[in-house]
């Protein structure tokens, strides 16, 4: 089992960027595929981004993020991260962090533990 904690939302002008961050508890971190979701007022949750469990060698975007956010993860640290730059208002939303064994996928039914999630609010 793992717990996972977000952390690095903020409110940032269009244009500007923010780092999420995703600390995991276990010791069998890298055996977890992560992903980042958002879930915006009166929308449902969307995947953002994943990538592959033990050395991340892979990743996967949402169209709508594609070219301006970057996934990655450090396994000594259990961190996965969020790079975000080019910030559009309608970024704006909760961001939760995911993790399943194995394989990624972009479905959010697939990831069994999650994260209580990080505002990002961006302004126009």
């Known amino acids: 089992q793992v717990q996972l904690v977000e952390s690095g939302g903020g409110l940032v002008q269009a244009g500007g960027s923010l780092r999420l961050s995703c600390a995991a508890s276990g010791r069998t971190f890298s055996s977890y595929a992560m992903g980042w979701f958002r879930q915006a007022p009166g929308k449902e949750r969307e995947f953002v981004a994943a990538?592959?469990?033990?050395?991340?060698?892979?990743?996967y975007y949402a169209d709508s993020v594609k070219g301006r956010f970057t996934i990655s993860r450090d396994n000594a640290k259990n961190m996965v991260y969020l790079q975000m730059d080019s910030l559009k208002p309608e970024d704006t939303a909760v961001y939760y962090c995911a993790a399943r064994y194995f394989g990624y996928t972009s479905n959010s039914s697939g990831y069994a533990y999650w994260g209580q999630g990080t505002q990002v609010t961006v302004s126009s």
């Open positions: 990538i592959s469990w033990r050395d991340g060698s892979s990743t």
